[in-house]
Antibody, heavy 120, light 107 residues
Framework: EVQLLESGGGLVQPGGSLRLSCAAS????????MTWVRQAPGRGLEWVSY????????YYADSVKGRFTISRDNSKNTLYLQMNSLRAEDTALYYC?????????????WGQGTLVTVSS | EIVLTQSPATLSLSPGERATLSCRAS??????LVWYQQKPGQAPRLLIY???NRATGIPARFSGSGSGTDFTLTISSLEPEDFAVYYC?????????FGPGTKVDIK
């Protein structure tokens, strides 16, 4: 059974930094592309960032480009999101997702999310 | 980026009734349209991918159709556990984008 467990969220001041982690189990982590998707409170879904299975390819939404960095450690079965220069509009529940097979963009499995609140 | 519009915003129905949800794209996404279900306090769940393919474990009462710019998610007979918010997502062009959702609630 696929399990994705996010951690690292919390309250941070504008301009601050946080590092989110997603511990994966139940599948061969290095074989799968992964993404982060976020959901602002009471709002819809927004794709944030993508990383290929080997980690060589990464993509970002324009809203986070230059501020967020996605990475992975396949030896630890863990996905990361380093978030710098945080803004109020980054406040959201951040989901780690495993992409469906080689789809590149079908979010097949989701974690339960970790909440990031940016506020002074 | 491609903008998705979902209608109606809210659909009030009774168990056993048929639900028809619409998703319209601002430009053609061919058949690259995905549907998710989200219940309160839970993560989204993949239902349908590439317009009409049910994901593993999804009951046959869920079906998807459409191509180009107009898509439909149909729930043939609503079960109590189907009352939730449904999102469409296009994966034709990056960045992938989601619709604002349709809430199916109990009448």
């Amino acid at each position: 059974e696929v399990q994705l467990l996010e951690s690292g969220g919390g309250l941070v001041q504008p301009g601050g930094s946080l590092r989110l982690s997603c511990a994966a189990s139940g599948f061969t982590f290095s074989w799968y592309d992964m993404t982060w998707v976020r959901q602002a409170p009471g709002r819809g879904l927004e794709w944030v960032s993508y990383i290929s299975g080997a980690g060589g390819d990464t993509y970002y939404a324009d809203s986070v480009k230059g501020r967020f960095t996605i990475s992975r450690d396949n030896s630890k079965n863990t996905l990361y999101l380093q978030m710098n220069s945080l803004r109020a509009e980054d406040t959201a529940l951040y989901y780690c997702t495993k992409l469906l097979d080689d789809s590149g963009s079908i979010f097949g499995d989701w974690g339960q999310g970790t909440l990031v609140t940016v506020s002074s | 980026e491609i903008v998705l519009t979902q209608s109606p915003a809210t659909l009030s129905l009774s168990p056993g009734e048929r639900a028809t949800l619409s998703c319209r794209a601002s430009q053609s996404v061919t058949s690259s349209l995905v549907w998710y279900q989200q219940k309160p306090g839970q993560a989204p769940r993949l239902l349908i991918y590439d317009a009409s393919n049910r994901a593993t474990g999804i009951p046959a009462r869920f079906s998807g159709s459409g191509s180009g710019t107009d898509f439909t998610l149909t729930i043939s007979s609503l079960e109590p556990e189907d009352f939730a918010v449904y999102y469409c997502q296009q994966r034709s062009k990056w960045p992938v984008t989601f619709g604002p959702g349709t809430k199916v609630d109990i009448k």
